[in-house]
């Protein structure tokens, strides 16, 4: 409970001795109190003082005291009322009960029947302020952070909006791991670190690791550190990212490509949060939460044993799916109004407008490489575009709609189309993989993967 606060009372009750005892009661119990013998008087201390209780006689001359409750309980919604009734007016107790007074007192009663009442109301009044002042607490937290993640992460679609949701709950929630799975392109690693730098772990590490990038070899020592000497080439100790994290947070991409062998591993760090380096006995207790992305069905890679359940169940306690931009063409436009404005921005372009046909185009291109590809594909307009009107003819997605095509082929499936766009990309780009990786909108790595996994290689293709 927090700290006492005075509360204030005013006593209305036509009996001037009985009103004078107690508010001399109740100054010397260190309350704030007024009283008053008339309702009219009464009325005149409520206007112009906050009064917390109201101790109202219910049997005024001239006034019906219910009168006055259901006109005080109107106008001041927050001010409490105990009422006092003549013995054996039961009928008016619960009227008024039921008007909202929060207690009765029947006269005579002793001071300690007052003080006892008084008490309960006093609980009652701090418990009601520490809520309400609670709620403003939160609702002015979560507003901001609504504000903020808005901002950084441009969407409309019914989608995006349970994206920003889940974010807001993600960044409340600092020590909930979470998962955020969805398509290379969708903004994944936006999402990661909006949400860190939107929670209590902000002013803490955010430390992305691409798990498909660590050589097998050094991923343990990379994420739980070593001793110096502990292996050929571990020349000095060394702190892992599990220690580095500490307070803040560490961001696992691509954690499907995590072996089998470090996810256990990975696991009793993530449950214990204490963690040896390679080499060392010594155990280091750290404070960090994970959150993970994925561009994998993570369920099948369970089903064929090549993740870990128990792993998955200790990283997906909050899971956040962003969707495909095809699936969501609303977020189109105020994508790429979004990117215009930034790309204008960036090349010292005036402003750009963009034709309504542009939009048309884009929101029937499928974006197998999603919102980066979009960002790409609007940069190279700005770059390339000679008036202040962007125009179908600025965006690539004409050239690329043999590709758009074997998309809608029904008979292809997924993963023959997806080969053929990596050959085609890799072709026009004579074969230069950053370039086929710009073309397709997607990153390097995620390139560098699909190919491994459909076994491309470029001798292979070229000739
Ligand atoms: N809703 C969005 N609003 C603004 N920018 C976005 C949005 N979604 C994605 N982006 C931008 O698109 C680009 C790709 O996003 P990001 O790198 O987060 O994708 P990803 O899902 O991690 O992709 P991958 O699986 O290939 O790693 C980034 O430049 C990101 O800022
Ligand atoms: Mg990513």
Do not use: W
Request: aromatic share 8%; charged share 30%.
């Amino acid at each position: 409970m927090e700290k006492t606060e005075r509360i204030s009372i005013l006593i209305i009750d036509d009996e001037k001795q009985f009103t004078e005892e107690l508010d001399y009661f109740f100054k010397n119990s260190n309350y704030e109190s007024y009283e008053t013998n008339t309702a009219e008087e009464g009325r005149k201390i409520l206007s112009s003082h906050l009064i917390d209780l109201l101790i109202l006689d219910v049997r005024l001359p001239g006034v019906n005291g219910l009168d006055i409750l259901k006109e005080v309980k109107v106008q001041y919604p927050n001010m409490e009322v105990i009422i006092i009734s003549a013995h054996g007016d039961m009928d008016t107790v619960i009227k008024a009960m039921r008007l909202g007074a929060f207690d009765y007192l029947r006269k005579p009663f002793r001071f300690i029947d007052i003080q006892i009442a008084i008490e309960r109301t006093h609980k009652y009044l701090q418990l009601q302020r520490m809520l309400k002042r609670m709620e403003e607490k939160n609702s002015l937290i979560s507003k901001s952070l609504e504000e903020k993640i808005e901002r950084q992460f441009i969407g409309i679609s019914p989608g995006i909006k349970e994206v920003f949701e889940q974010a807001v709950t993600a960044a409340s929630y600092p020590d909930a791991n979470v998962l955020i799975t969805g398509e290379s392109g969708t903004g994944k690693e936006n999402i990661a670190r909006i949400i860190h730098y939107s929670s209590a772990r902000k002013d803490a590490v955010l430390y992305a690791v691409n798990c498909s990038a660590i050589t097998e070899s050094l991923l343990e020592s990379e994420f739980f550190g070593h001793k110096k000497g502990s292996f050929t080439g571990a020349i000095t100790d060394k702190m892992g990212y599990f220690e580095a994290c500490n307070n803040g947070t560490l961001f696992l991409d691509e954690i499907a490509d995590m072996p089998l062998i470090l996810q256990a591993k990975i696991l009793r760090a993530a449950e214990e949060k204490v963690i040896t380096r390679v080499g060392d006995t010594a155990e280091i207790r750290t404070n960090f939460r994970i959150i993970s992305a994925t561009n994998h069905n993570i369920e099948k890679l369970v089903e064929k044993k090549k993740f870990r359940l128990d792993l998955l169940h200790r990283l997906n306690t909050i899971h956040i799916h962003i969707p495909a931009l095809r699936e969501r063409p609303e977020d189109i436009k105020p994508l790429l109004i979004h990117f215009v404005d930034f790309y204008a921005t960036k090349f010292s372009k005036p402003k750009i407008q963009i034709a309504e046909e542009v939009f048309e185009l884009l929101r029937s291109y499928d974006f197998p490489g999603n919102v980066r590809e979009l960002r790409n594909m609007t940069e190279r307009a700005l770059i390339l575009c000679k008036s202040n009107l962007l125009r179908i003819e600025d965006f690539p997605v004409k050239s690329s709609k043999p590709i758009k095509s074997a998309f809608k082929d029904k008979n292809q499936n997924l993963e023959t189309t997806e080969i053929k766009m990596i050959r085609d990309a890799l072709q026009q780009s004579s074969y230069n993989q950053q370039a086929a990786a710009d073309a397709l909108g997607i990153h390097r790595d995620a390139l560098s993967r699909k190919m491994k996994k459909y076994h491309i290689t470029i001798f292979k293709n070229k000739d």
